[in-house]
């Protein structure tokens, strides 16, 4: 356990779409106060969390991954098994509206 991994444009492909385990990717920016909110929520997500993973992928820095995924506003939260996004979460949202969410593509 532990908690979210950085991801960018370069090792996207690597990390999300050829790992075995389902992946939440959080898309997100500095200068974004909602994507500051679920920081916190994301972070114990990640550490409470063995089944899935929880990664992180700065928009302003990546805009090739943000958009070919059509992410218009942010926070997104994408998830992904194997090697497509199965389903979104956009904005603030519970952490237990995310958790199942995700379980119920594990």
């Given at each position: 356990m532990g908690g979210p991994i950085?991801?960018?444009?370069?090792?996207?492909?690597?990390?999300?779409?050829?790992?075995?385990?389902?992946?939440?990717?959080?898309?997100?920016?500095?200068?974004?106060?909602?994507?500051?909110?679920?920081?916190?929520?994301?972070?114990?997500?990640?550490?409470?969390?063995?089944?899935?993973?929880?990664?992180?992928?700065?928009?302003?820095e990546n805009p090739a991954t943000a958009s070919a995924y059509r992410i218009m506003s942010i926070p997104t939260m994408g998830i992904f098994k194997n090697g497509q996004m199965v389903d979104k979460i956009v904005g603030v949202t519970p952490k237990q509206t995310v958790l199942n969410k995700v379980k119920a593509y594990i």
């Open positions: 950085t991801v960018s444009d370069k090792d996207f492909e690597e990390m999300v779409l050829k790992s075995d385990k389902v992946v939440l990717v959080d898309f997100w920016a500095a200068w974004c106060g909602p994507c500051r909110m679920m920081a916190p929520v994301l972070d114990e997500i990640s550490e409470e969390n063995d089944d899935f993973i929880v990664a992180k992928l700065n928009v302003d």
